[in-house]
């Protein structure tokens, strides 16, 4: 399950690159927080289920797992879960990071929640089988 947590996450930024739809939107969840989503791409796994990868940037630090954690549950619920499904897809990465720095130097913090949809139909994200 790691092995596929870690491919699809690597595989999402890569392929992002070539085949990402660029949004660079904002989105304002129901909290009131905002994010900024820059693409939304599928993605297939040959051994695996395809997933969709949402790859978008927050203020929060890669730090607080926790605050990091209740966003990306709220990014799910609100719109994107309804975007897996509407692909056909029975696996969604949300690829949340925290840029830093302004100007020309910037680094960013990231961190990759895979969904996997089972097969009583109920959604599960998969991170919270590491614990």
């Known amino acids: 399950m790691r092995t596929l947590v ?17 949004d660079n939107s904002i989105k304002t969840l129901p909290s009131g927080k905002q994010i900024k989503i820059t693409s939304i791409i599928p993605m297939h796994v040959p051994k695996g289920p ?20 209740k966003e990306v549950d709220e990014i799910w619920a609100t719109f ?9 897809m029975t696996g969604g990465v949300i690829r949340i990071s925290h840029p830093e720095g302004t100007g020309l130097i910037t680094r960013a913090d990231g961190y990759g ?14 991170n919270d089988d590491k614990k």
Not at 6 to 21: A, F
Not at 51 to 66: F, H, K, Q, R, V
Not at 113 to 126: I, M, N, S, T, V
Request: glycine share 6%.
């Open 6 to 22: 870690s491919v699809l996450i690597i595989l999402g930024s890569c392929c992002g690159v070539c085949y990402g739809q660029a």
């Open 50 to 69: 395809d997933a969709l990868i949402l790859n978008c940037e927050t203020d929060i630090p890669m730090s607080d797992m926790a605050a990091l954690r």
């Open 80 to 88: 994107f879960q309804k975007e897996v499904e509407r692909a056909n």
């Open 113 to 126: 929640f895979l969904f996997e949809k089972r097969a009583d139909g109920q959604w599960h994200c998969a």
